[in-house]
């Protein structure tokens, strides 16, 4: 498993989740600060993310647009506070308006990445922290988590591929060409 | 009402609850009186000394319930200067927990990508900018 371990802290209302790539962390930092590697891991499937604003730097933003089935879109943005490569970043995950410009209104996520080399390869700890239980009710109005079960069917058809090398077996039809 | 109760009970885990905890459940549940501070405290956040006023028994009868309920995980206590205030703090705990939860798979979801692009991308040369592909 690639997910080595998730920690939930319903107190604090935060989550650790803890990542084992066979990769050198330079590569593993590159789906981070490359734009067209972030797209193809950010967005479900259903809803592909396209990156429009790309800087990592210390006060500067990402900007990206995910596009449903329908054709519907929605826009969300980050905005860096630190950034360490390819050791670290941490962001503010947050929503946008119509117009792509930070919806004030909307709730954000404060997100810490770490990368560490370990085993040859390279470990990743994700860190999220909600501000209130009131934050989090209003992420769910606003349909944060709609699109993510599709995520886990995505898992599933990884999963499912991974165990037959082959290809012949599990669902690959929901993934994206690369 | 705000919470679903376990409706089959086994040895086994039953809706993400051992059996041990639905035991303190039902039974917590199985009281007229404990039912109806557990509606008040639904509504509200009545007091241990409100509740006290409310039902024809003492103060320490009262607190007695309150405990039981507390145990089951149906309420919790929080001291407020000399009051204690007795709430539901389940509906927030499931949501919080529901909340995690979908968290948690969004990302599991994009680390198993991150972990397919990474085996797909070839490794960059080291005289060639490391954009991978297009």
């Known amino acids: 498993m690639t997910v080595t371990s998730v920690e939930k802290d319903f107190d604090s209302l935060s989550l650790t989740l803890v990542a ?50 329908a054709g519907e879109k929605s826009g969300g943005w980050w905005r860096v506070t630190a950034v360490d490569p390819p050791r670290s970043l941490e962001f503010t995950d947050g929503f946008a308006n119509q117009d792509g410009t930070p919806n004030a209104k909307t709730p954000t996520t404060a997100v810490q990445m770490r990368l560490t080399e370990q085993d040859g390869g390279t470990r990743m700890e994700l860190r999220f922290t909600f501000e209130s239980s009131e934050h989090m009710e209003q992420l769910e109005r606003w349909g944060a988590f709609e699109v993510f079960p599709q995520s886990v069917g995505q898992m599933d058809a990884l999963l499912a591929a991974d165990m037959n090398t082959g290809g012949t077996r599990g669902n690959r039809t929901a993934r994206r060409t690369l | 009402m705000g919470w679903r109760l376990p409706l089959t009970y086994n040895q086994m885990v039953v809706g993400g609850l051992t059996g041990k905890e639905v035991d303190r459940l039902f039974h917590a549940l199985a009281d007229t009186t404990r039912r109806d501070i557990l509606h008040r405290c639904i509504q ?43 709430r539901t703090d389940r509906d927030a705990v499931g949501r919080a927990r529901r909340i995690l939860d979908e968290l948690e798979a969004a990302w599991r979801g994009r680390v198993d990508r991150m972990a397919d692009l990474l085996a797909q991308i070839p490794q960059p040369e080291k005289n060639k900018p490391s954009m991978g592909h297009d």
């Not at chain 2, 409310?54 to 309150?66: L, N, R």
């Not at chain 2, 309920?69 to 007795?86: I, N, P, S, W």
């Open chain 2, 44 to 86: 509200g956040e009545p007091s241990v000394s409100r509740l006290a006023d409310v039902y024809p028994m003492s103060f320490a009868a009262v607190q007695k319930h309150v405990a039981v309920l507390e145990r089951a995980g149906l309420v919790t206590k929080e001291r407020r200067g000399r009051e204690q205030l007795v």
């Open chain 1, 20 to 69: 084992a790539f066979d990769a050198p962390i330079e590569r593993v930092w590159q789906l981070w600060a490359d734009p067209r590697q972030l797209e193809r891991w950010w967005g479900p499937p259903s809803h592909p993310a396209t990156v429009e604003k790309h800087h990592l730097a210390a006060g500067g933003e990402v900007t990206y647009i995910m596009t449903g089935p």
